[in-house]
């Protein structure tokens, strides 16, 4: 693969109307390249035993060759249609809660022979329909596989013959698992009981690693069964998931994806982050390192929500923020789980890029902005790598004896949450030169103070909005990037205050011997204060600005805000305002300097005086501004 992949599921089986020309066109326009069928619709492609209708997915392709739209196709494995959960009692799985009920997806017993024989037959009758179609770049099997819990008859039997092979001695098996305990014993392979039942964490241990073989093998077939269709040109593929936490984190507990992956050849998964102020982007890159380590090379997002649940819409910026950040772990690709929201059934209010009534909304002008962004710069993005100086090493066998013997106390907890981002793991404490930090969630606050320290100390936080930040330091720069708070002040008496990107509300900064510099900032208050240093703001908006430095100029540049506030003492105060000259209320004063003003949308706004400046003071936004000893100079700009 030369180019990234951009794109989103598409599904015309789901369509209330036809409007598939109106789809691809609205892709093309954001750039898309890339659509993913099929996997879903069993049902549809074979509405009755042996009787197929490919409709839809002719539809799809010959629209997806229309508009030079690469597609994956999905082996539609994972969701059975009803008639085939009539053929047999043991298709449907059994697990520990009992047998599984018809109406869900991902309730089949993938071991059993007779689910096993159907689904070849789709694969098959699949493959053989579509194998010349020349916008067909790859092939997803199944989807999001896992065992299912199943432990029905003909599991449990495969369990024993497995069990068999490594112990061909049955005692060595029995002393292996201390099966003695409570009188477990097994004498007799016939004896062997209902797995369900055991209560030897060993056993119980052993047989989800089965189960996990299980997945391996099942994905293994179905990449056999399609290696004997597939172009040497297009690749195979599976969109693994993780564990759910309402949201994708963590190693996924029900397959070993580093052996099932190994029968594809390219590593796929499914992503699911919150959004707004939740997304903190150890999602992103715990899940991305999981799927950059199964083929220890780039790999596919296959899914990922564009807007979501419902409390998942993403800020403005923040679908481009996770894309981006998708790609920067290695993703060769970002496709939307789905293109349009779904108008009935069980994910109704699951949304695509598209909402319910199929109109550009921001999510997808914002997605045409990426998408026109990937199309420029997709040669430099592609293939991005990562390198690393330390590892984590987890493993599904440790992952499943936490789950079997939690610590007590703290049975809630999770293999997966020592890698989480919440809680104590970010509260520590530094004596002397302090660094105190408690929480971090929300309503936390974060204080540093290095008044003695000689060193330079760098505090690195998750991406979430915090209560307050107050850094107080007598020898030292203070530097801030990103950063978003609802009270802060900071203080240095010899050192510089450097502030880039964020949202700090209400902040207050002061540098007694140094200047304050602060770019492409969103605030509600701003005030400043130095007595030998500069105050410059560049790109900032906010409701009010207060700026005052006893030797140092006001600088400003495309700088935004209702009132103004600058004094200057022995310098000036000089830039550029965003808005109108006109709608301002002026008083301003050059005590040996001049007075001059511009408007660069109004050739009528001019003034340069040397005398101090009052105009229409009773407006709605004002600029007040004092330079002592220096001229104020000043352009509106739009």
């Avoid at 040497?232 to 992956?261: C, K, M, R």
Wanted: include cysteine; charge should be negative; aromatic fraction near 10%.
């Amino acid at each position: 693969m030369d180019h990234l992949l951009f794109g989103a599921a598409y599904y015309d089986e789901y369509m209330p109307f036809d409007r598939i020309e109106t789809d691809m066109q609205m892709m093309k326009k954001a750039n898309m390249n890339v659509i993913r069928i099929a996997e879903s619709t069993w049902s549809t492609l074979e509405p009755q035993d042996g009787v197929f209708d490919f409709t839809h997915l002719d539809r799809m392709l010959d629209a997806a060759e229309k508009y030079d739209m690469h597609v994956i196709i999905g082996t539609p494995t994972y969701a059975i249609p009803s008639w085939l959960a009539k053929k047999s009692d043991t298709i449907l799985a059994v697990t520990k809660d009992g047998p599984s009920l018809y109406g869900h997806r991902q309730n089949m017993d993938i071991t059993d022979p007779t689910y096993l024989k159907y689904a070849e037959r789709i694969i098959r009758t699949l493959m053989e329909h579509i194998k010349d179609r020349s916008c067909i770049i790859g092939y997803q099997l199944d989807n999001e596989t896992k065992h299912y819990g199943t432990a029905g008859k003909h599991a449990q039997e495969l369990f024993v013959s497995y069990l068999k092979e490594q112990f061909p001695d049955l005692s060595a098996f029995n002393l292996e698992f201390g099966l003695d305990y409570w009188s477990n014993r097994v004498n007799d392979w016939s004896d062997f009981p209902d797995i369900r039942g055991t209560i030897n964490g060993s056993l119980a241990a052993e047989y989800e690693k089965f189960s996990r073989k299980l997945v391996t093998d099942f994905l293994t077939w179905q990449s056999d069964l399609v290696r004997e269709y597939k172009k040497e040109d297009q690749f195979i593929t599976q969109n693994f998931d993780f564990e759910w936490h309402d949201y994708s984190y963590g190693l996924q507990p029900d397959v070993n994806q580093f052996e099932a992956a190994k029968c594809m050849d390219i590593a796929g998964c499914d992503i699911y982050h919150p959004s707004q102020d939740d997304l903190t982007g150890a999602e992103i890159n715990f899940c991305g390192s999981i799927a950059r380590g199964l083929k220890k090379s780039n790999y596919l997002i296959l899914e990922t929500e564009a807007q979501g649940n419902l409390e998942w819409l993403p800020y403005p910026g923040q679908l481009r923020m996770q894309a981006y950040s998708h790609l920067s772990c290695g993703a060769d690709s970002v496709m939307y789980w789905h293109w349009h929201s779904i108008h009935n059934s069980l994910e109704s209010y699951w949304k695509g890029v598209l909402s319910h009534d199929f109109s550009e909304n921001p999510t997808y002008l914002e997605a045409c902005r990426l998408g026109a962004e990937m199309k420029i710069y997709g040669s430099h993005l592609l293939h991005l790598k990562k390198t690393n100086r330390a590892a984590i090493l987890v493993s599904n066998e440790a992952l499943t004896g936490l789950r079997m013997f939690p610590f007590k106390g703290r049975e809630n907890s999770s293999y997966n949450d020592a890698f989480g981002t919440g809680g104590e793991l970010y509260s520590f404490t530094i004596a002397g030169p302090s660094l105190n930090i408690q929480g971090l969630k929300g309503d936390a606050s974060m204080s540093v103070n290095n008044s003695k320290c000689i060193c330079t100390m760098t505090v690195k936080l998750p991406r979430r909005a915090f209560a307050g930040l107050t850094v107080d330091t007598s020898n030292g720069n203070i530097t801030i990037q990103d950063m978003t708070s609802q009270s802060n002040t900071l203080t240095t008496t010899n050192g510089n205050i450097s502030i880039t990107g964020g949202s700090l509300d209400n902040l207050n900064a002061t540098a007694n011997n140094g200047k304050v510099e602060v770019n492409n900032l969103l605030t509600q208050t701003f005030a400043a204060s130095t007595r030998n240093g500069r105050i410059s703001l560049a790109n900032t908006s906010a409701l009010s600005i207060t700026a005052q430095a006893q030797n140092g100029d006001v600088k400003l540049d495309h700088t935004s805000s209702p009132y103004f506030y600058c004094t200057a003492t022995n310098a000036s105060v000089v830039g550029t305002v965003t808005g109108r000259g006109a709608e301002y209320g002026l008083n301003l004063t050059a005590g040996s300097g001049r007075v001059t003003l511009t408007d660069a949308n109004d050739d009528s706004f001019a003034i340069r005086s040397s005398a101090p400046v009052q105009q229409n003071l009773g407006a709605a936004q004002s600029f007040t501004a004092n330079a002592s000893n220096g001229n104020v100079n000043l352009e509106f700009v739009q």
